[in-house]
C-alpha cells in the first residue's frame, strides 16, 4: 500500500521494569475500565470517541513480519477501516506523512457515517504558509469541511521549547479553528521535555503521547511519563495514548494484557490508538480490551 511505510517489529527482549509495582491501584481492580467501543469525551474539547482508535500508519501488533510481506491494497485496507467502524471504533488516527487521508475518504464515501466519527491527523511542516496549505489539502483529501483534531507531528529533540519557537505554526492552527476548519489542535510528542510543556500551554487542546508500562518506544519511563500525562488531564486537556503495544515489539505482545490494563488504568487516559494490518487483528485486541474491563 503506497505511503504507509512501517517500522521493523523485530527488536531485541526488553526488561518489564517492574511494571506491577507501577500499576495504579485501579488497574490492579479493573474496576470501571474502559471497553473498546465505550464512547469517551477527549478532555474539554468536547469531541466523543471509542475508547480504542485505529492507527493508519499500520505499525501493528503482530510480530516478525517484514516490510515485503505485510503490504495492504487499497482496498483490503479500506475494508479494514470499515470494519473497524463495524466494531464500534469511531476514532481514526492518521497523518499527512501516512497517506491514509485518501483511504479514509473512501471509507466514509462507502459506508462510514462521517458525523460519526472522529477524524484526527497531524502535519509534519513547522512553517506558517505550508502548514496552511497543508491543512486545506488535507480536508480536500478528506472530502470534510472540518477536520476533528489536528496536531502538530512528531515533538522531538530540540523542540523543547516549543511553546515559543513554534508560535508561527500554532497560530495556522488557531486561525483554523477560528474559521470552523478544525476544532481542536494540539501536538504529538516524541520528547519528554516537550511533553511537560502541554499541561501549561493555553493553545493545546489535545495531545498524543506514548505510554505503556514497559517504557518500550516511550519518550521515558512509564514512572517519569504517567504524572505528566495526569497533570495535562487534570488541565482539561485531551490525552490520547499511542504505542501502548510498544509498536509490535513481540515482547509487550506477550504482556498485552498487561500494558492494556495499565493505561486504561491510569485515569489520565481518554482513548489510545493502535494499528492494525488485519481484521483478525483489531478483533484480538477488541476482545483483550473487553476482558480486562470485565476483570
Request: glycine share 10%.
Amino acid at each position: 500500500m503506497p505511503n504507509l511505510d512501517r517500522r521493523s517489529f523485530l527488536r531485541g527482549a526488553m526488561g518489564t521494569l517492574a511494571a506491577a509495582a507501577l500499576m495504579p491501584k485501579a488497574a490492579h481492580a479493573a474496576t470501571g475500565l474502559p471497553k473498546a467501543s465505550d464512547i469517551r469525551t477527549l478532555g474539554g474539547t468536547g469531541l466523543k470517541c471509542s475508547y480504542l482508535g485505529i492507527g493508519t500508519g499500520i505499525r501493528g501488533r503482530a510480530p516478525g513480519i517484514t516490510e515485503q510481506t505485510m503490504k495492504l491494497t487499497g482496498d483490503q485496507y479500506v475494508e479494514l477501516l470499515e470494519h473497524a467502524y463495524s466494531r464500534g471504533v469511531t476514532y481514526f488516527d492518521m497523518a499527512d506523512r501516512y497517506g491514509s487521508h485518501n483511504y479514509m475518504r473512501e471509507a466514509l464515501k462507502r459506508s462510514i457515517p462521517r458525523e460519526k466519527v472522529m477524524l484526527l491527523s497531524k502535519v509534519w511542516s513547522r512553517e506558517p504558509g505550508e502548514i496552511g496549505r497543508d491543512i486545506e489539502r488535507m480536508r480536500r483529501e478528506l472530502d470534510t469541511d472540518c477536520i476533528d483534531v489536528l496536531l502538530i507531528h512528531c515533538l522531538r529533540e530540540g523542540e523543547e521549547n516549543w511553546p515559543k519557537t513554534l508560535r508561527p505554526a500554532m497560530d495556522v492552527f488557531a486561525d483554523a479553528k477560528a474559521k470552523g476548519h478544525i476544532k481542536a489542535h494540539g501536538v504529538s510528542c516524541h520528547n519528554l521535555s516537550a511533553l511537560k510543556q502541554v499541561a501549561d500551554e493555553p493553545w493545546a487542546d489535545v495531545t498524543l503521547a506514548r505510554i505503556n508500562p514497559f517504557g518500550n518506544r516511550m519518550d521515558g519511563p512509564p514512572d517519569a511519563v504517567a504524572p505528566i500525562l495526569q497533570k495535562i488531564h487534570e488541565s482539561g486537556k485531551g490525552v490520547l495514548g499511542m504505542k501502548i503495544l510498544g509498536e509490535g515489539d513481540p515482547a509487550v505482545i506477550a504482556k498485552m494484557e498487561q500494558s492494556l490494563k495499565f493505561v486504561a488504568g491510569l485515569g489520565s487516559v481518554d482513548a489510545i490508538t493502535i494499528g492494525f494490518m488485519s481484521k483478525t487483528e483489531l478483533d484480538d485486541v477488541v476482545k483483550r480490551i473487553e476482558a480486562v474491563a470485565s476483570e
